[in-house]
């Protein structure tokens, strides 16, 4: 038996979303049955200081041996680092991997994968041109409940999809849960490209694209028509964005077939906490429907209601539909290894782009959001816009 194929990895940032994903790559693969790669963490940086990124590392349990750098420009140079997390916020995505890039590291970008369509095409064509390996690090999309979902579509267990339906909102009393300076939280600040739709509204997309996109064959996919409704905040960014897709072939079909993305600041997809409100995702289709719980960036439960006739009403009403079929997919850790070993693989077996989420997808989900934005009249200051490189932000 052939040894496990290792990835160094480095971290670029040191918040909560970097400490989640480190602590995911240093669980054993073996509790998720992943026994053809691992991972390793060479080195993390902070862009405030070496000890800031020493603590990150000290938090993380990573071993004594990873390097902490008080810079970015440190990081990609360090030749004991193959891959490169950016966990930066959005509004430094291109910046950042750009400059990963430009100094020959593989990268895996958080999502939103950048501002805007026109940077996201500027990144694919330089990874493109110094082969380099390059993934938006959308999460989800490899959790084995997605796959599983994916699959009951392209196998038509849920005949021709319609319809979907994917919502990703939390309600708050915004004013007072931001205080004073609540311009400047990042969820609302422009200068971090802060609003409802590039930090929650990427999940609800997701599921659009990846039940109705992803599953049809890469030949016939066809990018959505987009309608969509903004309420923006004091700040100009958006608080709350209804979005309309309808893409023009769909799986098993030659219809077309509609996606309603969802997303709030002022009102919870879960008010209660417990899912009484049902589903975060309806999937439909002409037998029978799938639904997700939430939320939507992590779920562990779904089922699927087939389009039956022949089943006693009175048990219906009783919610005894004997019928419906419940899955659950427990998740032994927060569930970021799965995109991480993806990563592993793609690099290991020379790979540029994964087919899970491949680069042209990425980059019709930008033109999605960008259209969003413009009907909404969403944008972002021309520093964090452009596709200039470098630029001091």
């Known amino acids: 038996m052939s040894s496990p ?3 160094r990895w480095g971290i670029l940032a040191t918040g909560g979303i970097a400490e989640k994903f480190t602590k995911d790559l240093l669980l054993d693969p073996s509790t998720r ?21 020493k603590q990150f590392l000290e938090t993380c349990k990573c071993p004594s041996s990873a ?77 084995p409940l997605s796959i599983q979902i994916r699959k009951m579509i392209e ?21 007072n849960t931001w205080g004073a300076d609540g311009a400047k939280h990042r969820m609302v600040n422009m200068d971090l490209a802060g609003g409802a739709l590039l930090d929650l509204g990427i999940y609800p997309l997701t599921w659009c694209f990846q039940t109705i996109y992803h599953t049809v064959p890469a030949a016939q996919r066809k990018p959505p028509t987009v309608t969509a409704s903004i309420e923006r905040y004091t700040t100009g960014a958006d608080e709350k964005t209804s979005m309309i897709l309808s893409f023009p072939s769909a799986p098993h079909g ?6 309603i993305a969802l997303t709030n600041f002022r009102v ?7 899912y009484t409100s049902g589903p975060a995702i309806r999937i439909q289709g002409t037998k029978g429907e799938i639904q997700v719980s939430g939320p939507a960036f992590r779920p562990t439960h779904y089922r699927f209601i087939p389009a039956e006739e022949d089943i006693d009403p009175q048990r219906v009403r009783q919610g005894q539909n004997p019928k419906v079929k419940e899955y659950d997919c427990p998740i032994p850790g927060q569930g970021m290894f799965w995109e991480a070993d993806e990563c ?7 790979k540029l782009e994964s087919e899970g989420m491949g680069w042209e997808e ?9 259209e969003v934005r413009r009907q909404g009249g969403v944008k972002y200051p021309e520093t964090i816009e452009t596709t200039e490189y470098p630029v001091s932000l």
């Open 33 to 53: 049955q992943v026994s053809d790669v691992k991972h390793a963490v060479a080195a993390a940086a902070s862009s405030s200081s070496a000890s800031r990124a």
């Open 155 to 175: 196998d038509g267990t849920i005949g021709s999809v319609h319809r979907v339906i994917a919502d990703l909102s939390f309600g708050q009393d915004v004013e």
């Open 344 to 350: 592993a693989r793609c690099v290991r077996d020379g």
């Open 67 to 143: 390097k902490a750098y008080g810079s970015y420009e440190e990081l990609v140079k360090d030749p004991d680092v193959d891959i490169i997390y950016v966990a930066t916020p959005h509004s430094h995505h291109y910046q950042n991997t750009m400059l990963c890039l430009l100094n020959g590291k593989h990268v895996l970008c958080e999502k939103a994968f950048t501002v805007n369509a026109a940077q996201a095409k500027k990144l694919v064509e330089t990874a493109k041109e110094k082969k380099l390996f390059l993934m938006e690090a959308v999460w989800t999309r490899f959790f």
């Open 5 to 7: 194929y290792t990835i």
């Open 268 to 274: 919870a997809t879960d008010p209660d906490g417990h």
């Open 254 to 259: 030659k219809h077309t077939a509609h996606a």
């Open 362 to 370: 990425s980059v019709v989900i930008m033109e999605t959001m960008d």
